[in-house]
Structures are given as C-alpha cells and as structure tokens.
C-alpha cells in the first residue's frame, strides 16, 4: 500500500529563517499529494495540492514541487512566522480508492 | 459555506459503554471518512465510505463500525468502548473518490472522546 514518510518529530525555527519540511512517499503509482496544516486545537486544513504539470502549487508564502523522479514533495517558505507553529502532513491519495494516508506529520514551531 | 460537522464535540464514556459519533455534510460529497488522531501516531483512517451502504476498511478497523444511511451522514460507533479508545476522532468528505486535484478531503472540527 501507499505509505509516506515526513520530517519525524518536532522541527524548531526562528522567525524569519527558511522552512522546509520533507515529504517522500511510497506508491505503484503517480499519486496526487496534499499538505495539510492544523494548528493547536482545530481540524486539518488544506494548505496545498500537487498538480499533475509543472506548476509549483503555493499557499501562504508556502510552496512545495512535486518531483516523481524522486518520490517527494517538500514544503518550502522563504521566512518563518510565529503564526506558522503548527502540525503539518503530507499525503498522498491512494489508486482509484480516495484512500488518504497520513504520516506521523511534523510540528513546527517557530520563535520570536 | 461548506462544512463538515461533527456532534458531540466532547465526549466522556465508561469503559464497555456504547458510543455513538455523528458526522454531516451538507455539499453532497460522496466519499466520506473517520480518522482518529493520537499523539505521534498522526492521523489513521479507520473507515472510508464512497456512498450509501457503501463501506470499506481503513487502516485500524478493529473496535469500530460504521453507518451510512444518508449520503450526507456518516457515523461511527464504538459497540462497548474501550480506555484505549480514547482519541481524538475526525471525519472527513470529499467530492468523489480517487486522486484528483480537487479530491482533498474537507474536515469537521473532530470529536474529543474519553474512554474512562
């Protein structure tokens, strides 16, 4: 089955320095690839999807490029924001069963 | 203003008590799901249903069924829970089934349910 793995545990930033959090997966197929966000206390939101082109999904000063070759699909932001302290996952769809299969997710937390 | 919602929020049950979580949506998604959610464990999807009486097993099945009468009503029930059930649960709708740029699962608020 589809399996994803995520930056483990807790990454920890200064305000303004870059993020980047890794995201590669395991698939018998191209699946479609999701980063969702979720702050302390609420639901998973959306934060990006992958497109099957070449276009560079961004969201929030967020961007991530999917790269086949490689089976990852990283979250980038140029400068860190106390707001940006979250948990984040990345996920992949599986084949034709809209089966979505979270990772352990990574936490980022980010200091003034 | 599309919304998954979920009732109760916060939920306390005795052990070997029966639990019913429910979950609607009002954007007439076909595929539905429940995840529960523990520390450094992530998000498990315990049940995914692509329609009416259309039902099919997550990942950590055991312990749960689920119902779905309605296309826009999903629930989760816990026949005589269990301590280590205590989690938090989502649900979660998506338009159709299958990877698509327009598939990403919209989630309600999440249950707080503790199995005491």
């Known amino acids: 089955g589809d399996s994803v793995t995520q930056t483990e545990g807790l990454v920890t930033l200064t305000e303004g320095l870059p993020v980047m959090l890794n995201c590669t997966y395991q698939?018998?197929?191209?699946?479609?690839l999701f980063w969702y966000v979720q702050h302390l206390n609420e639901a998973p939101k959306l934060l990006l999807k992958?497109?099957?082109?070449?276009k560079r999904p961004e969201h929030q000063g967020f961007h991530a490029t999917l790269h086949k070759s490689s089976s990852s699909f990283h979250l980038q932001k140029s400068s860190a924001q106390l707001s940006d302290s979250a948990l984040y996952y990345c996920?992949?769809?599986?084949?034709?069963?809209?089966?979505?299969?979270f990772g352990h997710g990574t936490i980022l937390r980010v200091h003034p | 203003d599309m919304k998954v919602t979920q009732m109760p929020r916060y939920l306390i049950k005795r052990m070997g008590e029966n639990v019913l979580l429910e979950c609607g949506q009002d954007?007439?998604?076909?595929?539905m799901y429940w995840y529960r959610q523990d520390p450094g464990l992530g998000l498990q999807l315990i049940y995914i249903?692509?329609?009416?009486?259309?039902?099919s097993e997550g990942d950590i099945p055991k312990g749960y069924r689920v119902s779905r009468k309605k296309r826009e009503h999903f629930s989760l029930i816990l026949d005589s829970a269990k301590t280590n059930q205590t989690s938090v649960y989502f649900c979660?709708?998506?338009?159709?089934?299958?990877?698509?740029?327009?598939?990403?699962?919209?989630f309600g608020e999440g249950t707080r349910l503790s199995v005491l």
């Open positions: 979660a709708s998506s338009l159709y089934r299958g990877g698509g740029n327009n598939q990403a699962p919209l």
């Open positions: 698939s018998t197929y191209s699946p479609f």
């Open positions: 992958s497109f099957t082109d070449n």
């Open positions: 996920a992949p769809t599986g084949a034709n069963t809209g089966k979505l299969t």
């Open positions: 954007m007439s998604h076909e595929t």
């Open positions: 249903s692509y329609d009416v009486d259309s039902n």
